[in-house]
């Protein structure tokens, strides 16, 4: 059994001592914090991670930044991108943007190249990544307009939403071939992994009809060799369908959502990445022994599991906590292959 702990940003500062805000403001504390974070998972956490990365993380403002949004940075939190949609108008009138000349996107690129002069300056033979972390259409046009407006278009504007939908096809489309063609050298990716948090909050109807289609033509395009998702729970109601009908090959259950939900519809299917909560591991390890065991016991009969936090250890996780349950699920692990 696979024991992938992903320690994200936040936890990172927060063991760290460091100000998040100055985390996603200030490359030299980004570049810092990563190399720090990730070298204590490496000396310390012993999980079944296989990389190194570190990247450009300017936090969830993608689609703010592509649409001209106001960007909110905060003090001791993540930066937000303000709404641009806020009535049928504002959809109609939204343009899909050209990556080439997009001012968003020539400003990751400017602080790309910061965070890679950094990083050579300072011996870090490591190649620094990046990526345009645009969503699908879903889950873009929440960040652009909040949940609430389109959950209640979708019911009372489909046609609306359909137009809004088919516009943030196009975009994401064009985001990914010049992400291709600019970030990764014009090499054409073969595997496709979509964010598609807010696809948990809409029904199975609801999402075979209005958001299947848009994220299937995103697969079929991009996802040759693999299909992967991440999205916040609960998902319970639609694994069957990611399962049999998106046909994903792995996917990060999100951390609401129960293990023996996924495990009964995706088994010999999906590999299936998760089974444990944020919250599971605040406390002491014996706090967090019951549901490590319970992940373990529906998780690992019949293969194709995969422990793991969804979504990542976020800020509030105990890193001790965190050290001895991958050290338990690693014991029962070599144990039952023993048995």
Same mark, same amino acid.
């Given at each position: 059994?696979?024991?992938?702990?992903?320690?994200?940003?936040?936890?990172?500062?927060?063991?760290?001592? @460091?100000?998040?805000?100055?985390?996603?403001?200030?490359?030299? %504390?980004?570049?810092?914090?990563?190399? /720090?974070?990730?070298? &204590?998972?490496? #000396?310390?956490?012993?999980?079944?991670?296989?990389?190194?990365?570190?990247?450009?993380?300017?936090?969830?403002?993608?689609?703010?930044?592509?649409?001209?949004?106001?960007?909110?940075?905060?003090?001791?939190?993540?930066?937000?991108?303000?709404?641009?949609?806020?009535?049928?108008?504002?959809? #109609?009138?939204?343009?899909?943007?050209?990556?080439?000349?997009?001012?968003?996107?020539?400003? $990751? $690129?400017?602080? &790309?190249?910061?965070?890679? =002069?950094?990083?050579?300056?300072?011996?870090?033979?490591?190649?620094? +990544? /990046?990526?345009?972390?645009?969503?699908?259409?879903?889950?873009?046009?929440?960040?652009?307009?909040?949940?609430?407006?389109?959950?209640?278009?979708?019911?009372?504007?489909?046609?609306?939403?359909?137009?809004?939908?088919?516009?943030?096809?196009?975009?994401? $489309?064009? @985001?990914?071939?010049?992400?291709?063609?600019?970030?990764?050298?014009?090499?054409?990716?073969?595997?496709?992994?979509?964010?598609?948090?807010?696809?948990?909050?809409?029904?199975?109807?609801?999402?075979?009809?209005? @958001?299947?289609?848009?994220?299937?033509?995103?697969?079929?395009?991009?996802?040759?060799?693999?299909?992967?998702?991440?999205? =916040?729970?609960?998902? =319970?109601?639609?694994?069957?369908?990611?399962?049999?009908?998106?046909?994903?090959?792995?996917? =990060?259950? +999100?951390?609401?959502?129960?293990?023996?939900?996924?495990?009964?519809?995706?088994?010999?299917?999906?590999?299936?990445?998760?089974?444990?909560?944020?919250?599971?591991?605040?406390?002491?390890?014996?706090?967090?022994?019951?549901?490590?065991?319970? /992940?373990?016991?529906?998780?690992?009969? +019949?293969?194709?599991?995969?422990?793991?936090?969804?979504?990542?250890?976020?800020?509030?996780?105990?890193?001790?906590?965190? %050290?001895?349950? @991958?050290?338990? /699920?690693?014991?029962?692990?070599?144990?039952?292959?023993?048995?």
């Amino acid at each position: 059994m696979p024991v992938d702990f992903i320690v994200t940003e936040s936890f990172c500062c927060k063991m760290l001592g @460091v100000n998040i805000s100055h985390y996603y403001q200030d490359r030299e %504390v980004s570049l810092e914090v990563q190399i /720090a974070g990730q070298q &204590w998972a490496w #000396e310390h956490l012993n999980d079944d991670r296989t990389e190194f990365a570190l990247y450009l993380d300017v936090g969830p403002i993608f689609e703010g930044l592509l649409f001209g949004a106001e960007i909110v940075r905060p003090d001791n939190t993540s930066p937000w991108a303000r709404h641009v949609i806020h009535t049928p108008a504002d959809v #109609e009138k939204l343009e899909v943007p050209d990556p080439a000349t997009n001012p968003g996107v020539e400003w $990751l $690129l400017r602080e &790309w190249e910061t965070i890679r =002069d950094l990083a050579a300056r300072k011996g870090v033979d490591v190649p620094v +990544g /990046a990526w345009f972390s645009m969503h699908p259409p879903l889950s873009a046009a929440c960040a652009l307009a909040g949940s609430e407006l389109i959950y209640g278009w979708m019911y009372e504007e489909p046609q609306l939403i359909e137009r809004l939908f088919d516009k943030l096809l196009q975009t994401y $489309l064009r @985001v990914k071939q010049y992400e291709d063609e600019v970030i990764r050298g014009g090499r054409r990716r073969t595997t496709a992994y979509l964010s598609d948090d807010n696809s948990a909050f809409v029904s199975l109807d609801m999402y075979r009809r209005m @958001v299947m289609p848009y994220n299937q033509v995103i697969y079929e395009r991009l996802g040759k060799d693999g299909r992967y998702l991440h999205a =916040d729970g609960p998902n =319970d109601h639609l694994f069957a369908l990611y399962a049999d009908e998106l046909n994903l090959t792995e996917m =990060d259950i +999100g951390g609401f959502s129960d293990i023996a939900a996924a495990k009964r519809v995706m088994v010999g299917k999906t590999v299936i990445w998760g089974g444990l909560n944020c919250k599971d591991l605040y406390g002491d390890f014996e706090t967090a022994r019951p549901a490590i065991e319970r /992940a373990i016991t529906i998780g690992v009969p +019949g293969g194709g599991y995969i422990l793991a936090i969804s979504g990542g250890a976020y800020a509030g996780v105990n890193p001790d906590t965190l %050290v001895k349950a @991958v050290d338990y /699920a690693q014991q029962i692990s070599r144990q039952n292959e023993r048995s």
